[in-house]
């Protein structure tokens, strides 16, 4: 149904249309709601539509059907030991309970479908109970053509993230790509994806072979329309509408008109959080405060003060309330700031370092994002470390890229040109160019040197866990992570904290029923996503953690809202595969 149908009454309203936002609809509408989903943005999906799509779900159904029957127990211990005290474990049980029901449920009933990551390690491989793959989901690719006129309105991944013009590609096949020279299956793959893109680009502004976060969200919001979820845009929420200690439903603001939707069972929060807000990120997050995000520019904080504004309360301040990563920036040529995720692409590969402004290193530069910049803050006492500069030779930016430059790009000149890239012709000319003691800067480099030789990193252990090493070059001994640097010409892109998303958010109960300020329930309103409270206590487990979580609440949120509706949705609902 088009968003033309603006509905007057519902069961519940749902604010937001990324993945959490859309799965609430979606699991609300499959067990027989009546589903409205409101987005005050023209576009749907938020941040999801630009995220990597991956959904960790320990215990599920692959792992399963392959043997692996002891991960929930083993998900519980690395859970407990890297989270402790800082969310309710009440939290993070029911995650692990729910979580793989969640998945097989939609797969089973709306065909979401999902792969293994079957290579891709938890985070923190210093932690017992962390899994060396399979946790991890990936969203199978899908076609924006079953969208019809609504692919024109799903948010687009961030234009670096695509080639060509628009064509998307995963990580898997971007390896096979840039081997491309010297394999026949990489030649094959992308001559068929490029003839696809070609054919796409005649009839559509972009690519139509959807992969990631785009294919998660459009295979979403496909299952939705199906079967009759509601989905207006532009429309803001002005307010929730509480009526006797109830969220009965909402007051919007449409075409300059103002509307009331009633929802019978209640309004689900689905935000997104508060990256892109100025001015919660300068009252939530340390100091230096980021200065950017690539999150949807609607994730400013609007539905937690709606939220607020009805009587809940946020949760509990955490280390730094946010989940990161380094980022480094560049003006594209619309005058628009470019903001690139250094997540897995370069700073585990060997062949480069990062160092502060003294010229020191500071962090072991192949853990995870999310702990690389937590390095950086923490080290940033004297204020060395925000921002820092990642360092590397031409041959390493020739095998890896650096950021928003590809590998194999044959001139830097336009990088440099702009202020992204600093070269140098050698160590001390390029201390000199970043501000830094030359000598300081050289003897890092000298020392790193004699580390990437012998295989061992003595100051910061790099390519040590399983996850370090699954993100360097396999080809490359005797540690995966670690290479020289050659003595000329050398470059380096600042690198500066960036928040992915958010971690501080509406308190909520297992069921994802929001609490007020006596702990006690709201009735009828519902939180999931970066609205909710951290389930985690904003720690970083795996791939996918921040869409897990907000899928399994999201999940648990439209089955308490639906519990009592007529059909008795607990004898509909089919039992997961997972758990024959």
Request: hydrophobic share 40%.
């Amino acid at each position: 149904m088009t968003d033309r149908a603006f509905p007057c009454t519902v069961d519940l309203v749902v604010l937001g249309s990324g993945v959490a936002g859309l799965t609430a609809a979606l699991t609300a509408a499959l067990d027989g709601l009546s589903c409205v989903v409101l987005e005050h943005r023209p576009v749907i999906g938020g941040t999801s539509a630009r995220s990597s799509g991956s959904v960790w779900v320990p215990d599920n159904r692959y792992m399963r059907d392959a043997g692996r029957m002891d991960d929930r127990a083993e998900a519980a211990r690395y859970l407990d030991a890297l989270v402790g005290d800082l969310a309710p474990q009440a939290m993070r049980d029911r995650f692990l309970d729910s979580a793989p029901q969640m998945q097989a449920d939609l797969e089973n009933r709306a065909g979401i479908a999902f792969r293994p990551l079957t290579g891709a390690p938890d985070y923190r491989q210093d932690i017992p109970g962390a899994a060396p793959g399979w946790r991890p989901l990936e969203p199978l690719p899908f076609d924006g053509r079953r969208l019809w006129a609504w692919f024109d309105r799903l948010g687009t991944p961030l234009p670096e993230l695509m080639i060509l013009g628009g064509m998307m590609v995963t990580r898997a096949e971007a390896a096979q790509l840039l081997r491309a020279d010297r394999s026949l299956s990489g030649a094959l793959l992308g001559l068929r994806l490029v003839a696809r893109h070609a054919m796409d680009r005649v009839r559509h502004r972009r690519g139509t072979r959807l992969v990631m976060g785009n294919a998660l969200v459009a295979r979403l919001l496909r299952a939705c329309l199906d079967i009759g979820v509601r989905i207006v845009t532009d429309t803001e929420t002005t307010a929730i509408n509480v009526a006797q200690g109830r969220a009965a439903g909402v007051h919007v603001r449409r075409d300059g008109a103002d509307h009331t939707i009633t929802a019978s069972r209640g309004v689900v929060l689905a935000g997104g959080g508060f990256p892109a807000s100025a001015g919660w990120r300068a009252r939530e997050l340390p100091v230096p405060v980021a200065e950017h995000t690539p999150a949807a520019p609607g994730a400013v904080g609007r539905t937690l003060e709606l939220g607020l504004a009805a009587g809940a309360v946020l949760g509990p301040a955490g280390l730094d309330n946010a989940l990161w990563f380094p980022s480094s920036t560049m003006r594209r040529a619309d005058g628009t700031l470019a903001v690139w995720p250094h997540i897995l692409l370069d700073r585990a590969k060997p062949g480069s370092l990062v160092v502060d402004r003294t010229g020191k290193r500071f962090v072991n530069e192949a853990v995870s994002y999310h702990e690389f910049v937590r390095g950086m803050y923490r080290t940033n006492q004297t204020g060395t470390s925000v921002p820092c500069w990642m360092i590397c030779d031409r041959d390493f930016i020739r095998r890896y890229g650096l950021g928003l430059i590809r590998p194999r790009i044959p001139y830097l000149r336009r990088y440099i040109k702009n202020g992204y890239l600093t070269e140098a012709p050698d160590i001390r000319a390029l201390a000199r160019a970043l501000d830094m003691a030359e000598e300081a800067l050289a003897d890092t480099i000298t020392r790193f040197t004699g580390f990437a030789q012998r295989g061992q990193d003595e100051d910061f252990h790099r390519g040590e866990t399983l996850y370090e090493q699954a993100n360097g070059d396999a080809a490359h001994g005797p540690n995966p992570c670690l290479g020289v640097i050659g003595n000329g010409p050398l470059y380096a892109v600042r690198l500066e904290p960036t928040p992915l998303g958010t971690s501080r958010g509406l308190l909520a109960d297992t069921d994802a029923r929001v609490l007020d300020g006596n702990d006690a329930a709201i009735p009828g309103l519902y939180v999931c996503g970066n609205d909710m409270q951290s389930a985690f206590g904003g720690e970083y487990p795996g791939a996918g953690a921040q869409l897990g979580q907000a899928m399994c609440f999201a999940w648990l949120a439209a089955r308490h809202a639906a519990r009592d509706n007529e059909k008795k949705v607990e004898d509909t609902w089919p039992v997961p595969k997972a758990a024959t």
